[in-house]
């Protein structure tokens, strides 16, 4: 199993590139299901989680062509509507089949899926707006069966009781080719959503209000081909930016986005980070001890629960003491136990962690449990003296594009260990 051994106290300072969004590239190659003609994407990251939804395209017959982040999609033969078990358990994101497979060919099996340990993200969302739409779902051991009588889904007015970005996005996906118009209401407004949506009407789909919490999609007979840059991703940019400002130094980011930043931007500020934004580029800049700031997570625009862990640890070695509130995943405070072992002082009651900071972190072994918690760990490790080992970054490897090698480019003591 690999590991990263890390050597703390180094400043960073430099430019890195800011890969494609994860989480705009996941269902946006599952978009390509609803046409048989070529989707073509740039910007797209090498991810696990993107090998990992490759492989099910592929293995339903989609046939995909790649040249570094350039990607080629083309389905015009599916000859399996199957997500199965083996490869869903890895990567919740591949629910997101579901809508596409639906809409087009009237029928789908998805198996419910798995993914990070941070809490329970039920499907039943997906569920009851298919079923709004006209189709017939029955789970049977342990797979969704989605049957459309009649082959084409209606238009429907959907309300989400609680906020969800795949809902929303696997839900819009199929009303592209629904009959009618299905209006979304209390839908997710993450930057991801709007990226899918771009790349939907490129492809000829009919929808307004993305970005806002009701999205109304007006239903076409068919899609075509399209082309399509996937947008930079707010959390690499985010985890970057905290990085910079935990472990000291001068950082730029370039191919980033502030204005889907904003509240990320503010909290460093309030660290006492100056930052400065021209065009696509980012700059921080850390010349002391950050101040500790208060984080409470919510629905975009609030601040994003993909960030949290890793303003948990920048805020271990501020002045200061700061609560961090997570209201969106149940177990997502599983990086303070590692955090702890650097000599971290933090204590959690329910959703809420209070962090003491302290002078110093020491180096020591620790273990990955998800995804952010990997990032907030290399980030402790690299704001620490001495050698610290993270353990289980198979996590990191699901979300980040060569971490080790951008750190590096940063002047971080990183590198990858067997």
């Given at each position: 199993m690999q590991k990263l051994?890390?050597?703390?106290?180094?400043?960073?300072?430099?430019?890195?590139?800011?890969?494609?969004?994860?989480?705009?590239?996941?269902p946006i190659l599952c978009a390509s299901l609803l046409s048989g003609d070529p989707l073509q994407l740039g910007n797209v990251p090498e991810l696990n989680d993107i090998a990992t939804m490759r492989k099910l395209l592929e293995q339903m017959g989609v046939v995909i062509e790649t040249n570094g982040s350039q990607m080629v999609l083309s389905a015009a033969h599916i000859g399996k509507l199957e997500a199965p078990y083996d490869m869903v358990k890895t990567m919740r994101a591949a629910i997101l089949v579901l809508g596409p497979l639906t809409a087009r060919f009237g029928e789908a099996m998805v198996s419910l899926p798995g993914g990070c340990a941070i809490g329970s993200r039920p499907v039943d969302l997906h569920i009851k707006g298919l079923q709004a739409m006209g189709a017939e779902i029955h789970i049977?051991?342990?797979?969704?069966?989605?049957?459309?009588?009649?082959?084409?889904?209606?238009?429907?007015?959907?309300?989400?009781?609680?906020?969800s970005v795949t809902g929303t996005e696997n839900l819009m996906m199929a009303a592209a080719l629904a009959d009618g118009l299905t209006v979304l209401e209390n839908a997710a407004r993450e930057p991801e959503v709007v990226d899918l949506a771009q790349c939907l009407i490129a492809m000829g789909a009919k929808i307004e209000g993305a970005g806002?919490?009701?999205?109304s999609i007006t239903g076409v007979k068919k899609l075509h081909g399209a082309s399509h840059r996937i947008m930079p991703d707010r959390i690499e940019s985010g985890t970057f930016l905290v990085a910079a400002a935990a472990a000291g130094g001068n950082v730029t980011l370039t191919d980033a986005r502030a204005d889907?930043?904003?509240?990320?931007?503010?909290?460093?500020?309030?660290?006492?980070?100056?930052?400065?934004?021209?065009?696509?580029?980012?700059?921080?800049?850390?010349?002391?001890?950050?101040?500790?700031?208060?984080?409470?997570t919510a629905p975009y625009p609030a601040f994003p629960t993909d960030m949290q862990a890793q303003f948990m640890a920048m805020n271990t070695i501020a002045e200061g003491s700061a609560m961090v509130v997570e209201t969106i995943f149940e177990n997502r405070f599983m990086h303070v136990q590692e955090l702890r072992r650097l000599g971290a002082q933090i204590e959690v009651e329910g959703n809420t962690a209070v962090i003491k900071g302290c002078a110093q972190l020491e180096g020591a072994t620790i273990m990955a449990t998800d995804l952010r918690a990997s990032a907030c760990?290399?980030?402790?490790?690299?704001?620490?003296?001495?050698?610290?080992?993270?353990?289980?970054?198979?996590?990191?490897?699901?979300?980040?594009?060569?971490?080790?090698?951008?750190?590096?480019?940063?002047?971080?003591?990183?590198?990858?260990?067997?």
């Amino acid at each position: 199993m690999q590991k990263l051994s890390i050597q703390g106290g180094n400043r960073l300072n430099g430019e890195v590139r800011i890969s494609g969004a994860k989480n705009a590239a996941l269902p946006i190659l599952c978009a390509s299901l609803l046409s048989g003609d070529p989707l073509q994407l740039g910007n797209v990251p090498e991810l696990n989680d993107i090998a990992t939804m490759r492989k099910l395209l592929e293995q339903m017959g989609v046939v995909i062509e790649t040249n570094g982040s350039q990607m080629v999609l083309s389905a015009a033969h599916i000859g399996k509507l199957e997500a199965p078990y083996d490869m869903v358990k890895t990567m919740r994101a591949a629910i997101l089949v579901l809508g596409p497979l639906t809409a087009r060919f009237g029928e789908a099996m998805v198996s419910l899926p798995g993914g990070c340990a941070i809490g329970s993200r039920p499907v039943d969302l997906h569920i009851k707006g298919l079923q709004a739409m006209g189709a017939e779902i029955h789970i049977e051991h342990g797979y969704i069966h989605a049957k459309v009588p009649g082959g084409r889904l209606k238009g429907a007015r959907i309300f989400f009781d609680l906020v969800s970005v795949t809902g929303t996005e696997n839900l819009m996906m199929a009303a592209a080719l629904a009959d009618g118009l299905t209006v979304l209401e209390n839908a997710a407004r993450e930057p991801e959503v709007v990226d899918l949506a771009q790349c939907l009407i490129a492809m000829g789909a009919k929808i307004e209000g993305a970005g806002s919490d009701t999205i109304s999609i007006t239903g076409v007979k068919k899609l075509h081909g399209a082309s399509h840059r996937i947008m930079p991703d707010r959390i690499e940019s985010g985890t970057f930016l905290v990085a910079a400002a935990a472990a000291g130094g001068n950082v730029t980011l370039t191919d980033a986005r502030a204005d889907i930043l904003e509240n990320i931007l503010e909290k460093l500020q309030e660290a006492g980070a100056a930052i400065k934004v021209s065009g696509s580029t980012i700059s921080l800049q850390m010349n002391k001890r950050p101040i500790a700031v208060n984080v409470r997570t919510a629905p975009y625009p609030a601040f994003p629960t993909d960030m949290q862990a890793q303003f948990m640890a920048m805020n271990t070695i501020a002045e200061g003491s700061a609560m961090v509130v997570e209201t969106i995943f149940e177990n997502r405070f599983m990086h303070v136990q590692e955090l702890r072992r650097l000599g971290a002082q933090i204590e959690v009651e329910g959703n809420t962690a209070v962090i003491k900071g302290c002078a110093q972190l020491e180096g020591a072994t620790i273990m990955a449990t998800d995804l952010r918690a990997s990032a907030c760990l290399v980030i402790a490790g690299l704001a620490a003296q001495g050698e610290t080992i993270v353990d289980r970054i198979y996590h990191l490897d699901r979300g980040y594009e060569h971490i080790e090698t951008k750190l590096s480019s940063l002047g971080a003591q990183i590198r990858r260990i067997k």
